[in-house]
């Protein structure tokens, strides 16, 4: 023990790997749900007639 | 209304694009830190997704004071998107806060100050995620998380001074002045891809709010609608 923390690299793939995973699959989530959202407004609008 | 996302896209592609180069700086060209030698590097994401987090629930915060002021509903799809960007960012910040603590603190977790007042936030947010969801009338909805952001802010300022007020084992923010410049470089190319790839997420996702109220405000309950327009919505 000398207080030097060595090695770790697991440590640093895994925490830039959960950050990636995490951001682009919300980026996902979001923009797939933004194009769900618009083809059922434009599905609704013209279903009742407006 | 046609929504258009073209912008907020372009800020998300360039976001990756800074995020791309502020790891490649971080994990293969500055140097090991002295004393936490590799590990280190982990900085260069957390650092940034925890002024991130800051500053969206900042931004939730100020796009709930302005619904209740002007009741306008482009601040309450503001909001939503910010509410729901903030669990996001929390969640984050934990996780990558535990896979640091491992090799560091020799702790996945501690009921630390800092740790336990950001645990809070994340199930404030998380519970007016929630509330969002089960509230049917658009107003009340709109009014109550408008409510509950800004008393589920007041963690915030608690989380950002609680190294400084309790003895905690997180340690204190460091400045500008006191981080070496081989350090600061990928730190802050990760901040501005985070802050050009969250703005972009945020854009997008307030705008699928503004369309689902739309919708929501555009279709009467089934049963009130006449019988020729309601087998024409279910078609």
């Known amino acids: 023990m000398n207080g030097i923390v060595s ?5 640093v793939w895994a925490a830039y790997a959960v ?3 995490v951001l682009v699959g919300y980026c996902a989530h979001v923009i797939n749900g933004f194009f769900k959202a618009r083809v059922s407004a434009e599905r609704g609008t013209k279903g009742i007639g407006l | 209304m046609k929504k258009r996302i073209v912008f907020p896209l372009a800020l998300i592609v360039l976001g990756m694009l800074c995020l791309f180069a502020g790891t ?7 140097p090991a830190e002295q004393h936490m030698g590799d590990v280190q590097r982990i900085m260069y994401v ?8 800051m500053l969206v ?6 796009c709930a004071l302005m619904y209740l002021t002007f009741a306008a509903w482009r601040w309450d ?5 910010a509410i729901e960007m903030s ?3 929390c969640l984050l910040l934990c996780i990558q806060g535990s896979i640091w603590a491992k090799p560091t603190w020799g702790v996945w977790w501690d009921w630390d100050p800092r740790l336990t007042t950001m645990a809070v936030l994340l199930m404030a947010f998380s519970g007016i995620t929630a509330l969002r969801f089960f509230i049917e009338e658009p107003v009340k909805r709109a009014t109550w998380s408008a409510v509950a952001t800004i008393i589920g802010y007041v963690d915030v300022p608690i989380v950002y001074f609680s190294v400084k007020w309790w003895n905690s084992l997180h340690q204190q923010q460091s400045g500008v002045s006191t981080i070496s410049r081989e350090f600061l470089i ?13 703005a972009g997420i945020m854009t997008i996702r307030s705008r699928t709010a503004a369309l689902r109220l739309e919708e929501e405000i555009a279709l009467p309950p089934l049963t009130l609608v006449p019988a020729a327009a309601a087998s024409e919505v279910m078609a």
């Open chain 2, 87 to 89: 669990v996001v960012l």
């Open chain 2, 24 to 30: 490649y700086d971080g994990l293969a060209i500055a």
């Open chain 1, 7 to 11: 090695g770790g690299w697991e440590f």
């Open chain 2, 57 to 62: 629930l900042t931004w939730a915060f100020v």
């Open chain 2, 77 to 81: 799809h503001r909001l939503e998107a």
């Open chain 2, 46 to 53: 957390h650092v940034p997704t925890a002024w991130t987090a």
């Open chain 2, 186 to 198: 990928p730190l802050l190319m990760n901040f501005a891809g985070m802050m050009l790839l969250i």
């Open chain 1, 19 to 21: 950050s990636a995973v």
